[in-house]
């Protein structure tokens, strides 16, 4: 099995290079400077999982204008603002029967590319690590973390989910094909609609929320709103899957912020529509509670429109 990565960067360059260390085929589809850094540096990662910290592989590359159809399974891993131009890029790997990993947060991706690949060649997938792109090309992990997770959406999908689980079985990442991946998803949806939503909108962290006089009441208001989205679209979220959120999210002690925050406060793009505007819309739709997840929203509106990005 052939698997071709969509970028080498904190997520996809994590992933697939522990993918190709297990020693899988694996392809980077990158822009020319990428490719000719990592043929003189190799793909390096900084992990807490490495007995020296950091290692260098040796990898195969691709870029743009040589892309072919020669792929069996093509994972993308990118913010949301970028879905469209990472649709474009993978198009020439695309053949019947190929299939399609994304490991966008949220869910309202799987539609736009359902809509360009069809259903049959769009499995689920998510995955939580703690990482970026250095800018001297480093895939720098900063915490133990590194869960990835996929699953089949149709039937005609198992034989490659299963293939794909035969694959990652002796790296040293948790992997886990699911047996129900949109509840899977929804349940991370609804997890981090909630923190990023309410992280933004008060500009601090879950402990600090959760020690102010209403804080913890707000976060659980809005939990409930994106559960009850979750229950309406037919994927309520498990008992256990619950408390633990629950314990995250109500900790005083926590300085836990999501990335959208951690975007926020550092000025740049965020994927407040990807997340906490579609979270809004399904709430609307299914007469939800929408006052927080309105708040939350306006607040990323007018930042936005304020720093023009």
């Known amino acids: 099995m052939r698997f071709l990565f969509l970028g080498a960067g904190g997520t996809g360059g994590y992933f697939g290079g522990r993918l190709h260390e297990a020693g899988s085929d694996v ?9 000719a850094q990592l043929a003189r540096d190799g793909l390096l990662i900084e992990s807490p999982h490495n007995l020296d910290g950091r290692i260098s592989l040796k990898v195969t590359t691709v870029i743009a204008a040589n892309l072919k159809p020669d792929y069996d399974v093509i994972f ?9 131009s990472s649709i474009d890029a993978i198009k020439p790997a695309v053949k019947d029967g190929v299939r399609i990993v994304p490991l966008l947060n949220g869910m309202s991706h799987l539609d736009a590319l359902d809509s360009v690949f069809g259903r049959e060649q769009v499995l689920g997938g998510s995955c939580q690590i703690f990482g970026y792109l250095t800018p001297e090309g480093v895939v720098q992990q900063l915490s133990e973390v590194h869960l990835i997770t996929w699953g089949a959406r149709t039937p005609t999908q198992r034989e490659a989910s299963f293939a794909i689980a035969e694959a990652f079985a002796p790296s040293i990442v948790d992997s886990r094909g699911s047996d129900n991946i949109m509840l899977d998803m929804w349940e991370k949806f609804s997890f981090l609609a909630t923190l990023a939503g309410m992280t933004c909108l008060m500009r601090g962290c879950v402990g600090a929320i959760a020690s102010t006089q209403d804080g913890a009441a707000l976060m659980k208001r809005f939990g409930d709103a994106c559960i009850a989205v979750a229950t309406a679209e037919g994927y309520p979220p498990r008992e256990h899957v619950l408390a633990r959120f629950n314990a995250v999210l109500q900790s005083r002690t926590s300085t836990l912020t999501a990335s959208m925050y951690r975007d926020l406060t550092a000025g740049g793009k965020t994927e407040a529509d990807h997340i906490v505007g579609h979270m809004l819309a399904k709430a609307r739709q299914h007469g939800v509670d929408d006052v927080l997840l309105a708040c ?4 990323l509106q007018v930042a936005a429109a304020a720093k023009n990005i």
């Not at 392809?27 to 490719?35: D, G, I, P, Q, Y």
């Not at 939350?296 to 607040?299: D, G, P, R, S």
């Open 27 to 35: 392809t980077f589809l990158v822009r020319e400077k990428r490719a």
């Open 76 to 84: 993308i891993s990118c913010k949301a603002w970028d879905l469209q």
């Open 296 to 299: 939350a929203y306006a607040h």
